[in-house]
Structures are given as structure tokens and as C-alpha cells.
Nanobody, 121 residues
């Protein structure tokens, strides 16, 4: 069994900062890509940032220069540092990880339960 659990959401004022964490646990052989997605009310889920097993990163244009994704490989954890937050960053943020539980198997998709980020004055 593999679990992916996010934490760190909350209410923040425009221009403020927030850090999200996502930890994977359980029967893990290898973690490939990890990523953060978000879904605002009435909108489709979108990729915010991703980081590969070799630490290559990718960001949505809307968050470039404001958000930073990082990873602690020893702790199976991915972080999303969010600075200069805007009203339009308000959404439920979801962690995604591609995880293999055995050397014989390819990675499977795992999602966290989501954490709410509200940017409001």
C-alpha cells in the first residue's frame, strides 16, 4: 500500500507566502516524477509544477518566478514554496506521484487527498 498525503494549505493574504508538503509512504521501491496540480472551483485540474527523479523541474507559466518545487529524496517528500500569492492562486492543490512498489513493475499514479489554498484579503 502506498499513501500520498499533503499538508500546509490555508488562508493567506495576497502577496503572502505558503509552503505545501507532500509525503509518500508505504511500500515504495522507487518514486519517479512528483508534481503539484490545482483545481479552482468550476475549472479543470491543471499542472502547477513538476519535478523528475533527476530534479528537473517544470512550471506552469502562471506561477513561474513565484513558485518553487523541490524534493527531499530521502524523505520521499515534495514541497511547493509559493510566494507572491495572488487571488487567482486560490484552489485545491493536489500532489501526484509516480511510484513503483517493486522493481518488476512500472510506476503507478498516486494522488493525495488535496489541500485547500485560499488567497484573500
Amino acid at each position: 500500500q502506498v499513501q500520498v498525503v499533503e499538508s500546509g494549505g490555508g488562508l493567506v493574504q495576497p502577496g503572502g507566502s505558503l509552503t505545501l508538503s507532500c509525503a509518500a509512504s508505504g511500500s515504495i521501491f522507487r518514486i519517479y516524477d512528483m508534481a503539484w496540480y490545482r483545481q479552482a472551483p468550476g475549472k479543470q485540474r491543471e499542472l502547477v509544477a513538476a519535478i523528475t527523479s533527476s530534479a528537473r523541474t517544470n512550471y506552469a507559466d502562471s506561477v513561474k518566478g513565484r513558485f518553487t518545487i523541490s524534493r527531499d529524496y530521502a524523505k520521499n517528500t515534495v514541497y511547493l514554496q509559493m510566494n507572491s500569492l495572488k487571488l487567482e492562486d486560490t484552489a485545491d492543490y493536489y500532489c501526484h506521484a509516480s511510484i513503483s512498489s517493486d522493481w518488476r513493475y512500472a510506476g503507478e499514479d498516486y494522488w493525495g487527498q488535496g489541500t485547500q489554498v485560499t488567497v484573500s484579503s
